[in-house]
């Protein structure tokens, strides 16, 4: 067994800079949609799409927790700005798939450019085992905010 070692971070020091740390990303990604033209859903639905696409427009109105016809009408934007594209499905000619570009409106890709270098540069100095740990709470902070969105 090992031993547990003794955490030396004060926990309401921890709680603090979490929140601050989560208001500083959600005050980002409003700026980020905004410097693109963007709506919130839009700018999420985008990266959605970049992440895990294509999606079906059901797939995507399931993970954005909106109705189809909202996130039918996030799409009609997205690909009007040349960002997504409708595409045939590959696993069924009957559907169609929404697929991201990789275009990016003007300004965003910079503004994401701005952040990405110096969170690149943090987690790159960090030691193998404590990216491992970011990678863990990562994954765990991702399950429990997703689990209770579709709450």
Same mark, same amino acid.
């Given at each position: 067994?090992?031993?547990?070692?003794?955490?030396?971070?004060?926990?309401?020091?921890?709680?603090?800079?979490?929140?601050?740390?989560? #208001?500083?990303? %959600?005050?980002?990604?409003?700026?980020?949609?905004?410097?693109?033209?963007?709506?919130? *859903?839009?700018?999420?639905?985008?990266?959605?799409?970049?992440?895990? $696409?294509?999606?079906?427009? $059901?797939?995507?109105?399931?993970?954005?927790?909106?109705?189809? *016809? #909202?996130?039918?009408?996030?799409?009609?934007?997205? %690909?009007?700005?040349?960002?997504?594209?409708?595409?045939?499905?590959?696993?069924?000619?009957?559907?169609?798939?929404? #697929?991201?570009?990789?275009?990016?409106?003007?300004?965003? #890709? /910079?503004?994401?450019?701005?952040?990405?270098?110096?969170?690149? +540069?943090?987690?790159?100095?960090?030691? +193998?085992?404590?990216?491992?740990?970011?990678?863990?709470?990562?994954?765990?902070?991702?399950?429990?905010?997703?689990?209770?969105?579709? /709450?």
């Amino acid at each position: 067994m090992y031993a547990q070692k003794e955490s030396t971070v004060n926990p309401s020091d921890m709680t603090r800079t979490y929140r601050t740390y989560l #208001a500083s990303v %959600v005050h980002f990604h409003l700026a980020a949609a905004e410097a693109g033209g963007l709506g919130p *859903s839009d700018y999420q639905a985008s990266s959605m799409i970049d992440l895990d $696409g294509p999606l079906t427009t $059901g797939q995507l109105a399931e993970n954005l927790g909106l109705s189809p *016809s #909202a996130t039918t009408r996030v799409v009609d934007r997205l %690909v009007a700005a040349g960002i997504a594209e409708r595409r045939v499905d590959p696993t069924d000619r009957r559907r169609t798939v929404v #697929a991201h570009t990789g275009h990016l409106p003007d300004g965003l #890709a /910079e503004l994401l450019d701005r952040v990405r270098g110096p969170i690149g +540069e943090a987690v790159a100095s960090l030691t +193998e085992e404590q990216q491992e740990g970011l990678v863990a709470y990562f994954r765990a902070a991702m399950e429990a905010y997703t689990a209770a969105a579709r /709450e």
